[in-house]
């Protein structure tokens, strides 16, 4: 097995296992008492800050991108002169990003989980959920996990495939996206509206879907030479 491939998976693993460590253990719901008000509920779930820009404004950001994202490829498949290499990049990155988006907003919409502001320890009305219970018809539909908003940033771990494929450490790509990703995250945690385990679940999709992109589609273009590190 290749190198890359190794490290990957045992970041996947990682990732996965310290969601389901914070969710069972209940340290998710001990974190979030630390931001809380108790019944009066997470004071910064309406701050102008966290609320109107890194959340409104930002998600208006994301959709832009991903519109942006639509027309740019639509635009080089169309161009007769286009660059192949630039094709096969910019339609990777849309597949991998629009993929996770669409996957995370699927679950979200059918997983029971709730959201920290909706447990009746902070005003709401739901109980604290673990994960096997997600799927479970006993529960409302949580609309909460896993993250989504944060996807807007971590969808763009796939740069980090495309600094591979081109030569580059993989850290490079994935930079830009790990940090938009904390920081659309940070402020949902801060809010109330997510767990912590929300936010790792939602980088192991985004991760997963960018490696599977990477490897049946832009790895198997000429254009690219995947180098492998032997280090």
């Known amino acids: 097995m290749q190198t890359y491939r190794l490290r990957l998976s045992i970041l996947l693993l990682t990732l996965v296992g310290l969601g389901l460590l914070l969710n069972l253990s209940h340290l998710d719901l001990r974190f979030s008492e630390q931001l809380a008000d108790g019944l009066n509920g997470f004071v910064y779930s309406k701050h102008w800050f966290f609320d109107n820009v890194l959340h409104i404004y ?20 169309l161009a007769p002169s286009a660059n192949r290499k630039i094709i096969v990049v910019f339609r990777y990155i849309m597949f991998s990003w629009l993929s996770s988006l669409a ?60 600094a591979l494929a081109l030569g580059k450490p993989m850290y490079k790509g994935f930079l830009c996206a790990v940090i938009v990703g904390l920081v659309y995250g940070g402020a949902q945690i801060i809010r109330g509206a997510h767990f912590i385990s929300h936010d790792l679940f939602t980088i192991a999709i985004c991760l997963a879907f960018a490696w599977f992109w990477a490897e049946f589609y832009l790895f198997r273009f000429n254009a690219f030479h995947l180098v492998e590190t032997t280090k």
Request: with cysteine; net charge neutral.
């Open 58 to 77: 930002a998600a208006r950001l994301t959709a832009i991108l991903g519109l942006g994202l639509l027309i740019f490829n639509a635009w080089q498949a």
């Open 103 to 162: 996957v995370i907003s699927v679950l979200k919409r059918i997983t029971t989980l709730p959201c920290p502001w909706d447990l009746k320890q902070f005003g709401g009305m739901a109980d604290y959920l673990t994960i096997e219970k997600m799927f479970s018809s006993m529960y409302e539909v949580g609309e909460c996990f896993p993250a989504a908003h944060s996807s807007g940033g971590y969808g763009f771990i796939c740069l980090g495939f495309v």
